[in-house]
């Protein structure tokens, strides 16, 4: 915009004016010409968005693109194992039984990418896509709507994902129970996968014997050498 407005301005002196005129001109009045500069490049930086405010339009436009692709998107397909470890297999299995959310239970997002927390008017809302269905549009989203001090330990629980697990313990939140009834919220949407106590023992039963059978291994190797 400055390049054009300066284009203008000399053109059009040009055409009306004799070219010695001109000089004239500037050499008389470089002072009232360079206030006038200064007052087009005020002018012109007051529509340049700070970096802050394009970073803000950028976040909106992304989280607006990830609310369209979770409710244009086909509902999740689960693996055996993810399935195990979601409430959906719970209600299955137990007739509607709620599996117990603990402050030492492991959890993580049962399949990257179908859910996405965004904050809108001074909420922290949790939009996923697990209630999709095969038709296109055929259920709307149900966002689930949290305090904004619920963000950062909601963002915790939607990052971590295969094979990493987080103790609803290690949550950023003030209490225990707060931690815990983010844990639950997200798990009875079926979005979030928990690690029963019988798995973890059996988790690092076989991470044990894994590591003995290297251990054994590297010894053989060594003794054959």
Known sequence: PLSILLTSFFFGMHCCCPFNLIWRVLH???????????????????AILHPTQACDLVDA??????KRFLSDRQPPSLTK????????AERIQQGEAEAEITPMTMCRLARPGIARLVLEDERAVVYHCADNVRVFHGNP???????MDDGPA??????????????VNDLI???????VSIASSLYDEGILAIQSEADMREAEMSEAETREANMHGAEIQGAAE
């Open 173 to 179: 939140h003030d209490t225990i129970e707060d931690k």
């Open 81 to 88: 194992a993810e399935r195990d470890a979601t409430i959906r």
């Open 61 to 66: 436009a992304c989280d607006e693109m990830g």
């Open 28 to 46: 008389h009045h470089h002072t009232m010409l360079w206030h006038t500069l200064s007052c087009l490049l005020a002018a012109c930086s007051c």
């Open 154 to 167: 909601l963002e915790q629980l939607l990052t971590t994902v295969e094979p990493a697990w987080i103790m």
């Open 141 to 147: 989203l149900s966002p689930l709507e949290y305090e």
